[in-house]
């Protein structure tokens, strides 16, 4: 693996798999434009630009400090380079910028999923349970609310079903009760904070099993003030629409709930849209993508054990298939 120029904490996941699937999109047009829609420190970028050096690199990212570290990271390509600070539903937009059609323009795709290893590893931005941080959450720090705004403003009901529906937490009603008791007297501000309130609201029986208690109220609290579920649901059409003929694409999801999105907009995708009565495939309407993957791809062992932030990702990858692509 390839740890880059920022020190061993960010190691690219799968980044061999990543380059097995995507490679031979990249290997089939001078110039091909390979699309990383959540760049973070440009660990992948880094490998494709040194690796195929006809390429072009266009590049997203919702954090500005992660665009500043990784454009310079990127400096000996700038050339062939454009970054575009966006969530990565604006893929449309961010193509137009650079000067290509939101629509068949894009040769290989690189959707990584989940927070970043630079937001991880800097405790002041809060996503980390083991560290007591400002619960911040953000990964875009210039806009919108934190998780502190969440825990002390959402009432009962609203914030029950975010930890129940994103962080998938059985316990989700008796811990928004037990946030609402508390912040009465004193306004959540910390990680901390919170930490001992899931600490104390969750059974310890339970706690026992399904690792840290504070992982799922995390994960909840980190989907739902970045709006990673809304974002995706848009984001994977639109990057599925903007593969060229012949382009490949791949998906890093880390939760459930990611991977669950993908898997419905590919099953979508590769499904023939003859209708099921007619006995002979109408021409153009057969399936747009074929899958390259069987079923999510899991990191392998030795992978898990070089860089453990690998053990949760499931990868899914396809490719447009030349002959069903429509005018």
């Known amino acids: 693996m390839h740890p880059g120029n920022d020190g061993p904490r960010h190691v690219p996941v799968l980044l061999d798999r990543a380059d097995e699937i995507l490679g031979p999109a990249m290997d ?51 050339n062939r380079i454009t970054l575009v600070h966006t969530r990565y539903d604006g893929i449309a937009d961010a193509l137009e910028q650079a000067g290509l059609p939101p629509l068949r323009s894009v040769q290989a795709i690189l959707m990584d999923l989940g927070v970043s290893s630079m937001q991880l590893d800097e405790a002041e931005r809060g996503f980390a349970y083991s560290i007591d941080a400002p619960l911040d959450m953000r990964m875009d720090s210039s806009t919108g609310p934190t998780a502190a705004d969440v825990l002390n403003t959402y009432g009962h009901g609203d914030l029950a079903r975010v930890l129940k529906v994103y962080g998938e937490e059985r316990f989700a009603g008796k811990i928004a009760s037990e946030v609402l008791r508390r912040r009465q007297k004193t306004p959540f501000v910390t990680s901390a904070q919170l930490v001992e309130l899931l600490y104390d609201a969750i059974p310890a029986a339970a706690r026992r099993t399904g690792g840290h208690p504070a992982k799922r109220t995390f994960q909840a609290l980190r989907v739902e003030v970045n709006r990673e579920l809304e974002s995706l649901e848009a984001a994977v059409p639109a990057a599925l629409d903007a593969l060229a003929p012949g382009g490949r694409i791949v998906f890093m999801s880390y939760q459930s709930l990611e991977d669950r999105v993908v898997k419905a907009e590919l099953a979508k995708r590769t499904a023939s849209r003859t209708p099921l009565d ?15 993957t069987r079923g999510a791809e899991k990191a392998t062992e030795q992978e898990i054990e070089d860089n453990p932030r690998a053990t949760p990702v499931r990868m899914r990858a396809a490719e447009r298939i030349v002959g069903e692509v429509q005018a």
């Not at 829609?37 to 400090?65: K, M, Q, S, V, W």
């Open 28 to 78: 089939t047009v001078d110039g091909a434009v390979y699309l990383d829609c959540t760049l973070g420190l440009g660990g992948h970028a880094e490998h494709f630009l040194r690796t195929y050096p006809n390429i072009r690199l266009i590049g997203l990212d919702r954090d500005t400090e992660a665009l500043k570290l990784a454009g310079e990271r990127l400096r000996p390509y700038e």
């Open 278 to 292: 007619l006995p002979v495939e109408l021409p153009g309407m057969g399936p747009e993508f074929k899958i390259l």
